[in-house]
């Protein structure tokens, strides 16, 4: 039931992103409308307002929830696409090995780079 | 006789046919040749392959057997869709040509004859037939294992697989993937998987949720469009997804297998019910 396990793990993770993309693209792309709401930054692609972002903890949750969630969907979908390429099963578990440590290792990177943008407290 | 010979002979329209030709022991690859065919009233596609083997070419070949839906044998690809030649009237068709080519996502055995090796081998994998625990019973039974109307219900319909192979030729899925369980196979591990007189649900597991199963499925839905029997295998494959995700949570529990129904004693048979005929094969 491994394939099981990955696959709910797939359909949530899509879910994630809906919400987690939602987010941003209401912060980044509808700051007109937020504005009239009273909530939200005048420019929200402005160098410091990023700045500004990255160091509140929500944000900081948010980018490594974003990161790990974008990172299993689109690594478990690629595997499937090449999974129909009627592969070895040795390539296959090569391409699911491969797919597992390049996830992990973008996901430690990426979130170093969240939690040390986070520390930056005050810059 | 063809089947058109015995019913009206009258000659509706003539049609041409475009059928794929391949011999693998003299050809390089395929070709379609062209072949007129006079319709009659109700002639199918089989019966028109039927007047050409008949009339113009005798060493066409291809594979059928009941002439009436039930086989599964005359799977073709006929005017772009997977179809049963013996239940589609030409008329039906609304063309002039009928082009008609093997099974798509098969080999080529001859002509119109595809190798359905691949589409058996499958369906063995499935396990396509009850599993228990109770050998003893199977091997010298005791009685009938119980089952309600609604238990049957719950799978009927994916019984009525006639293993045709139009399901897997009409998958994109089977077309790029070789390994791909495959709608039928899969249909059929989830039928057997609901018959509560089965036991054999993790052992199918194996088939149904392997990386090959369930989930490679991208819901194009081409297999129970093209049925002949009505059966709806994405329905089945998107029914074995859910009980996963179910049992993954524990929200739904492996059943046991139903028990086994003791002799019906007491009872008197309805006047109006014939009695049976005496057995033709007695046990020594």
């Known amino acids: 039931m491994r394939e099981s396990k990955l696959w709910f793990w797939h359909i949530l993770t899509a879910v994630i992103i809906l919400v987690l993309l939602g987010l941003h693209m209401g912060i980044m792309h509808l700051s007109a409308i937020l504005n009239v709401l009273g909530i939200g930054p005048d420019d929200p692609t402005k160098s410091a307002e990023v700045f500004h972002r990255s160091q509140q903890l929500f944000f900081m949750i948010t980018y490594i929830l974003l990161l790990g969630a974008a990172l299993f969907h689109g690594l478990y979908g690629l595997r499937s696409m090449l999974f129909e390429l009627s592969l070895s099963k040795t390539l296959e578990k090569f391409i699911g090995g491969l797919c597992a440590v390049a996830g992990f290792a973008l996901f430690v990177y990426g979130s170093y780079v969240a939690v040390a943008v986070f520390q930056l407290k005050g810059v | 006789m063809s089947g058109s010979a015995a019913k009206d002979s009258t000659v509706i329209k003539t049609v041409r046919f475009e059928v794929l030709r391949?011999?693998?022991?003299?050809?390089?690859?395929?070709?379609?040749?062209?072949?007129?065919?006079?319709?009659?009233?109700?002639?199918?596609?089989?019966d028109g392959l039927t007047w050409i083997k008949e009339h113009q070419d005798r060493t066409l070949s291809w594979r059928s057997s009941c002439r009436m839906g039930i086989c599964g044998s005359c799977g073709m690809f006929i005017n772009g869709l997977p179809r049963l030649a013996c239940n589609n009237q030409i008329v039906h068709l609304h063309s002039d040509v009928v082009v008609v080519k093997p099974l798509p996502n098969f080999d080529i055995i001859r002509d119109l004859v595809p190798d359905l090796e691949s589409l058996f081998d499958k369906h063995r994998s499935a396990k396509p037939h009850l599993l228990r625990k109770d050998l003893a019973e199977q091997n010298h039974p005791t009685g009938e294992y119980f089952q309600s109307e609604q238990e049957l219900m719950?799978?009927?319909?994916?019984?009525?697989?006639?293993?045709?192979?139009?399901?897997?030729?009409?998958?994109?899925?089977?077309a790029t993937s070789r390994d791909y369980?495959?709608?039928?196979?899969?249909?059929?591990?989830?039928?057997?998987?609901?018959?509560?007189?089965?036991d054999g649900a993790p052992e199918r597991a194996a088939t149904l949720y392997s990386s090959?199963?369930?989930?490679?499925?991208?819901?194009?839905?081409?297999?129970?469009?093209?049925?002949?029997?009505?059966?709806?295998?994405?329905?089945?494959?998107?029914?074995?997804?859910?009980d996963a995700f179910l049992k993954a949570f524990g929200l739904r529990k492996q059943r046991q297998a139903t028990p086994v129904l003791g002799p019906v004693r007491d009872w008197t048979p309805k006047a109006e019910i014939p009695k049976a005929p005496a057995p033709t094969v007695t046990r020594k």
């Open chain 2, 22 to 46: 391949y011999n693998p022991e003299q050809d390089v690859k395929p070709k379609l040749k062209q072949y007129v065919v006079p319709v009659t009233k109700g002639m199918t596609v089989l």
């Open chain 2, 154 to 174: 719950n799978y009927i319909q994916f019984a009525y697989c006639i293993k045709c192979g139009l399901c897997m030729a009409a998958c994109p899925t089977v």
């Open chain 2, 181 to 198: 369980v495959g709608p039928q196979a899969l249909t059929q591990a989830w039928r057997y998987t609901m018959d509560t007189r089965d």
């Open chain 2, 212 to 242: 090959h199963g369930v989930y490679r499925c991208h819901f194009a839905g081409a297999c129970s469009q093209v049925c002949p029997k009505g059966v709806d295998p994405a329905l089945a494959i998107q029914l074995a997804k859910k």
